[in-house]
């Protein structure tokens, strides 16, 4: 376990023994998605529930459980609070550990029960309410995304290979292209996508799969416009790193960052992520769009 006087000494030393730990339970935690995923025999029942916030599975707990018990083991819960959608509702939303790790350990669970293959693993840890350290699964994909503050983001495949991340240099607003989804779309964000000047669309699931697809520069934009639901500080935490380390932006349309571990999970409002070059024009044209609406 990391002695957590030199983690508060040399920050940035000590996140990278708990990035390790990080990454490779988010690979254990692919490995368990991947076997419910294919039906194998002792995971073939994925025991749907539909619950208010969306469905959830054998899957999601068996990889929450998995998560949860790994960075517990290392880190305790002294120093170390855990945010985490399935266990959040049993416990207080906001945790006064200096250290809060936020886990979605089934990041479109939708995407995995229609196997579209686009679902993700969270993995964050929070400090004074903003991201530090960032891990993003995608099982399917074979690839775990990672970042920490100040220290770039990178790929790594399951042979090991790690490559360092950067996002698209596109810079003419027309030309770029928004990653949505398929579903959670109302009649208002719909107007905003029709009234923004980036036409082209590209259809992913999970958010982390989605900021996967802007960091690897085949899409550049990415908004969430909360309605009668918003996502949650599990959507965001561990994609906003990832894809602000490799040089792209997410932010509230004023510009201000999104904060987590506040007492509401929930992530009001609307939210734009971006490769970073058109960034205020953007923000500036959804805040007058979404005025008008």
């Known amino acids: 376990m990391t002695e957590l006087k030199s983690l508060g000494q040399n920050l940035y030393e000590g996140l990278e023994e708990i990035l390790a ?3 490779q339970t988010a690979w254990g935690a692919a490995d368990i998605l991947r076997s419910y995923y294919r039906g194998e025999p002792d995971t073939s029942n994925l025991e749907i529930q539909d619950k208010k916030d969306g469905p959830v ?4 707990v068996a990889a929450n459980h998995y998560i949860l ?3 517990q083991a290392c880190f305790g819960t002294q120093e170390f609070g855990y945010l985490s959608e399935e266990t959040h509702k049993s416990q207080d939303a906001q945790l006064t550990q200096p250290f809060v790790w936020i886990i979605d350990p089934l990041d479109g669970t939708r995407d995995f029960i229609d196997k579209t293959g686009e679902y993700a693993i969270h993995i964050a840890l929070v400090e004074a309410g903003r991201p530090i350290l ?3 699964a995608w099982p399917e994909a074979e690839k775990l995304y990672y970042a920490t503050k100040g220290g770039g983001t990178f790929v790594e495949t399951r042979d090991g290979k790690v490559t360092p991340l950067q996002v698209s240099s596109r810079n003419a607003i027309e030309e ?7 579903t959670h779309r109302d009649e ?13 669309q590209k259809y992913v ?3 982390g799969c989605k900021i996967a697809t802007i960091i690897e520069q085949n899409a550049d934009i990415y908004i969430s416009l909360s309605g009668k639901s918003a996502p949650k500080d599990w959507d965001m935490a561990a ?9 792209g932006q997410f932010t509230h349309p004023d510009g201000t960052p999104l904060k987590y571990n506040q007492g509401d999970v929930h992530q009001w409002g609307c939210l734009i992520a971006s490769n970073g070059h058109c960034h205020q024009t953007l923000c500036t044209q959804a805040q007058a769009i979404l005025a008008q609406i």
């Open 205 to 207: 699931g999970s958010v």
């Open 134 to 136: 960032a891990v993003v």
């Open 21 to 23: 730990i990080a990454r």
């Open 69 to 71: 018990d790994n960075l």
């Open 176 to 182: 770029l292209s928004l990653v949505v989804s398929r």
């Open 239 to 247: 994609p906003e790193l990832i894809l602000t380390e490799a040089g």
């Open 188 to 200: 208002r964000f719909n107007k905003l996508l029709q009234n923004l000047p980036c036409k082209n």
């Open 57 to 60: 599975t054998a899957a999601d």
